[in-house]
């Protein structure tokens, strides 16, 4: 019997297929709350159902989008050829890299077929945020929770000086579930008419930006508010429908706008961090916040305080590290073999800490190009698509592009399903506003 793909891609059905998917992450963090540790069940049980829905549409209408399968061609080409090429045994980030390059091609295919209605899709990221730090805030205060980190000796000390997180491994990894959904409440923000909107909006994004600050993370407090400040500068300079016609606001009175908002949530935030410091009164928060951020131009500081090596320091040996193993590995060393590299070159264990570097050496100089090319174009493309047509959507995916791009300068992402699921969800948007541009010119 022939399965009739247009009702499996039903909008309806759709919309819950991908809501379900983007909550089911709760699961792919947490281990513990899985249904088999070793896997999130759940959430690639999902995958394989919008994958499976994606076959079954191109099998029908016998069309694929070119772009995106040349891109998961690319990927794949030169994950399998560096790891040919490189001297040390591929890691589980090859096969990882493998596995979700070729979903990406078939999401990110299905994402453009149901693109009007992502939009509510949206709104479960924020959810999720939402969950997981309410979770996540729970154990940083209260800590002595089994399966988390806050049963490690020490945790009520040293430990917290490391940030919120709600996962034994790395807080990167946390944050980056968190600052995207607080870049779309800043979006809903700026373009909701509502005011009751505007102010719930408005308060949640506030929420999550003291657990950023509490991460500790400089990469991520520097790239959300980077990104963030861009996100209100371009709305600030677009024009407003007043009385029938566009009028452009002052830009001076726009910026004194945005400063008196910067320092009121710079304010409000040590407040805030001030009277949660009460409740962890063997941590001095904004001590060792301030010593954090003090590192990134004076490296001792850290050091002299806390007797603990700032990571400063750490990150530019990484660079040179880097170049190192790019001039006597050019074809690259495979996925994630960064580290092996660095030892088998006698420079000691070290990560790439950063997505453009670890896949330069991973992927090799030529390979190596494709990663920025995958996170700079969405940049660049959004940013024109937004200057011709200043909608919610084209802002709000500009901006969580313009962090991804900043962050993975601090941040290995790629091996993340998050990461891919955000790719998949900002390049069917600008497939489909290209589709739907050239139906519009040919009409």
């Known amino acids: 019997m022939k399965i009739n ?23 792919y963090t947490l281990p513990q709350y899985r249904i088999i540790p070793l896997i999130s069940i759940e959430t690639f049980g999902l995958g394989a159902l919008i994958v499976l829905a994606s076959c079954i549409y191109i099998a029908d209408s016998g069309r694929v989008n070119k772009g995106i399968l040349l891109f998961g061609l690319i990927l794949t080409i030169v994950n399998i050829f560096s790891q040919l090429m490189s001297p040390f045994p591929p890691t589980a980030q090859f096969y990882k890299i493998l596995f979700l390059g070729i979903c990406f091609v078939f999401i990110t295919d299905y994402f453009v077929r149901i693109n009007p209605i992502m939009q509510s899709a949206l709104k479960a990221h924020i959810a999720l945020t939402l969950i997981l730090f309410l979770y996540g805030s729970y154990i940083y205060i209260v800590g002595d929770i089994e399966g988390t980190q806050t049963t490690d000796e020490g945790w009520k000390s040293v430990g917290r000086y490391w940030g919120f997180r709600y996962t034994v491994s790395t807080r990167n990894d946390d944050l980056f579930y968190i600052v995207p959904s607080c870049l779309i409440l800043l979006n809903y923000a700026l373009f909701s008419n509502s005011r009751a909107v505007k102010i719930l909006s408005y308060a949640m994004f506030f929420m999550l930006t003291i657990a950023i600050f509490l991460s500790f993370s400089r990469g991520h407090i520097l790239s959300m508010f980077i990104a963030a400040i ?38 409000l935030g040590i407040l805030s961090i001030s009277i949660l410091a009460i409740y962890i009164p063997e941590f001095n928060i904004l001590l060792n916040l301030g010593l954090k951020l003090l590192s990134i131009v004076n490296p001792e500081a850290q050091s002299e305080a806390l007797n603990m090596t700032s990571s400063n320091a750490a990150r530019i040996n990484i660079y040179f590290i880097g170049f190192d193993l790019m001039s006597k590995y050019p074809l690259g060393v495979g996925a994630e073999n960064f580290q092996y590299a660095s030892m088998a070159e006698g420079h000691g264990r070290y990560w790439g800490e950063n997505t453009y570097l670890e896949y330069l050496v991973g992927f090799g100089i030529f390979g190596g190009l ?74």
């Open 230 to 267: 861009t996100c209100v500068l371009l709305k600030m300079q677009s024009p407003i429908f007043i009385n029938g016609k566009w009028v452009y606001k002052n830009r001076y009175k726009a910026y004194f706008k945005i400063v008196f908002a910067l320092i009121g949530v710079i304010f």
């Open 370 to 443: 494709i990663i920025p090319m995958l996170l700079v174009y969405p940049v660049i493309k959004l940013y024109y698509m937004y200057k011709k047509n200043q909608g919610f959507l084209n802002l709000t995916y500009l901006t969580v592009s313009f962090y991804i791009a900043i962050a993975a300068l601090f941040n290995v992402l790629i091996g993340n399903l998050y990461f891919y699921i955000w790719l998949a969800t900002i390049y069917s948007h600008i497939i489909y506003q290209k589709r739907q541009k050239k139906l519009l010119n040919n009409a």
């Open 5 to 27: 793909s247009k009702k499996l891609l039903s909008f309806s059905i759709a919309r819950a297929l991908t809501i379900c998917l983007v909550m089911s992450l709760f699961l």
